[in-house]
């Protein structure tokens, strides 16, 4: 047989088993449901029945002070309690399951036949004003006696709601033992099945499985075809490892050749690659912000930046190395983690490059490493920055932009000094961050792209969000992610939302 078929056959024993259970699982749900729903209904009888008592009683003696007093407003109480048990009745009629009902019509029976024979033509001698003889008609006549089986009626009405609520309980207490019984059984008998599962699946797969892996993993190179026994499927396995085996082996061949045309900086490549990208930072209210990097095809992109929001000051770092190859990724990953401590140390950005600057040295100067680093006070638009020799960044408002320049020369450059500048970013206006790359790129036409094109896109996207933004701008750049580009490209945006 088959390894589908056996599988499909066990399966299909455990999948009926599960529909049983379920099945018996379902009705003893209901049953449960039913029993506890009965023993709440009950409880609410036995209040409702002490009502109909108190109904009863108020009846009596509101009914003798009329008689004996002469008053009227004995009278109107009586009234009250006969009209409020007609309605307690219907109440506990619905309450008390059908088998009940014989013990609640002797009660209704019993309080209609103590009005109708005692109680209304003693009222109505009582109209006529013939006191004396309702007294003594009420003292020797049924009233007393028709009472008193009101009263037994009531009696046993309450002994039979016990009774059944005494039941009630035992059933549902049953129903619950029942439901945790089978709940323990069907859970050993999944248990039960799943071994048995596991059991088969150990003696038609695994065992066969491991042995035609322990046949490839010590196969020599002279060893036959590996031929396991066990299911069709698993020998037609067998024939695919083998096939498998001797492709690997002509890949692996081909690999010990081309391995010694690689040099020993492809793993600084991806490690490079992996660490210029950082995740979006998460921004105060008013403020959004959106940087990417896309780098050249084939090579360590040269290009980087970083995003920090601290206490409402966001600080932007772009770097770009002006060659490519390992070592000006090298220089300029180098340029922007320096910068990233410099910026935590020292408020003014001016400073934080000259620091890299001496940090770095000659290691900055031979790749030309330049760099933008802005510091911007969310709660006042203040920006403050520095230009080392960077491409001029734009403050935009949707109508006109205005280049941020130069504020000195490139990092490393020995003796040198950054001025800080500081410049206010208006709501619903945005600052444009950028390397040369982004200009060197050609548009949908074949056109350059240059700083007017780019002002266009800014002013055809004002009010976009910063990550939609940045998209049509390498959109429009042609330098597109995941395409090949000549340089690598870093465009960042922030901008400052126009009050509500």
Same mark, same amino acid.
């Given at each position: ?11 299909g024993v455990f999948l009926g088993l599960a529909v049983a259970a379920s ?155 029942? !439901?945790?019984?089978? %709940? &323990?059984? +069907? *859970?050993? @008998? ?5 071994? $048995?599962? =596991?059991? /088969? ?119 770009? !190395?002006?060659?490519? %190859? &390992?070592? +000006? *990724?090298? @220089? ?5 983690? $320096?910068? =990233?401590? /410099? ?101 949908a036409q074949h056109a350059r792209f240059g700083s007017d094109q780019l ?12 990550? &939609? ?32």
């Amino acid at each position: 047989m088959s390894l589908r078929r056996r599988l499909t056959l066990l399966c299909g024993v455990f999948l009926g088993l599960a529909v049983a259970a379920s099945s018996v699982g379902a009705v003893l749900i209901v049953r449960a449901r039913d029993a506890r729903n009965e023993r709440v209904a009950l409880e609410q009888a036995v209040g409702v029945a002490n009502e109909l008592k108190t109904s009863l009683v108020t009846q009596a003696a509101s009914i003798r002070e009329y008689f004996l007093d002469g008053n009227t407003d004995a009278y109107d109480g009586y009234t009250a309690a006969r009209l409020a048990a007609t309605d307690i009745t219907g109440r506990l009629q619905g309450l008390v399951p059908g088998d009940l009902d014989d013990a609640v019509e002797p009660v209704t029976h019993a309080a209609l036949a103590w009005r109708t024979t005692a109680i209304n033509p003693l009222i109505a001698l009582a109209e006529q004003g013939d006191l004396q003889r309702v007294v003594a008609d009420y003292a020797t006549g049924e009233a007393v006696a028709l009472f008193e089986a009101v009263t037994t009626s009531m009696r046993k009405l309450e002994s039979e709601i016990a009774s059944a609520e005494r039941a009630a309980d035992n059933r549902a207490d049953a129903t619950r033992l029942n !439901a945790f019984q089978f %709940g &323990v059984g +069907a *859970a050993l @008998a999944a248990a039960i099945g799943l071994l $048995l599962i =596991r059991a /088969a699946a150990t003696v038609w797969l695994t065992h066969p499985i491991r042995d035609l892996a322990t046949s490839m993993r010590n196969a020599k190179p002279q060893d036959g075809p590996a031929e396991p026994g066990g299911a069709p499927e698993l020998r037609d396995l067998a024939r695919s490892a083998n096939l498998f085996r001797d492709r690997m082996r002509e890949a692996l061949d081909e690999a010990s050749r081309a391995q010694s045309t690689l040099g020993q900086h492809s793993a600084l490549l991806l490690s490079l690659r992996s660490r210029v990208q950082v995740p979006r930072v998460r921004m105060p209210p008013g403020w959004d912000l959106a940087a990417t990097l896309v780098p050249a095809a084939g090579i360590a992109a040269g290009d980087c930046y970083d995003l920090a929001c601290e206490q409402d000051v966001i600080t932007l770092i772009v770097v770009e !190395a002006a060659e490519q %190859g &390992v070592v +000006a *990724a090298s @220089a300029g990953l180098r340029a922007k983690e $320096l910068l =990233r401590v /410099a910026t935590s140390l020292h408020t003014d950005v001016g400073e934080s490059l000259r620091w890299v600057s001496e940090q770095m040295g000659d290691e900055a100067a031979l790749p030309g490493v330049t760099a933008f680093v802005a510091r911007i006070d969310c709660a006042t638009g203040d920006l403050s920055y520095a230009s080392a020799g960077h491409a001029a960044a734009l403050i935009c408002d949707g109508i006109e932009y205005r280049e941020l320049g130069e504020s000195g020369p490139l990092v490393g450059t020995r003796d040198a000094k950054w001025d800080t500048k500081v410049v206010t970013l208006a709501p619903g206006q945005l600052l444009v961050c950028y390397t040369d790359g982004l200009l060197t790129g050609s548009t949908a036409q074949h056109a350059r792209f240059g700083s007017d094109q780019l002002g266009r896109v800014i002013r055809d996207g004002y009010g976009d969000s910063c990550p &939609v933004m940045v998209d049509q701008i390498l959109t429009e750049a042609g330098a597109v992610p995941h395409a090949p580009t000549s340089d690598d490209v870093v465009v960042a945006v922030v901008a400052r939302a126009m009050p509500m």
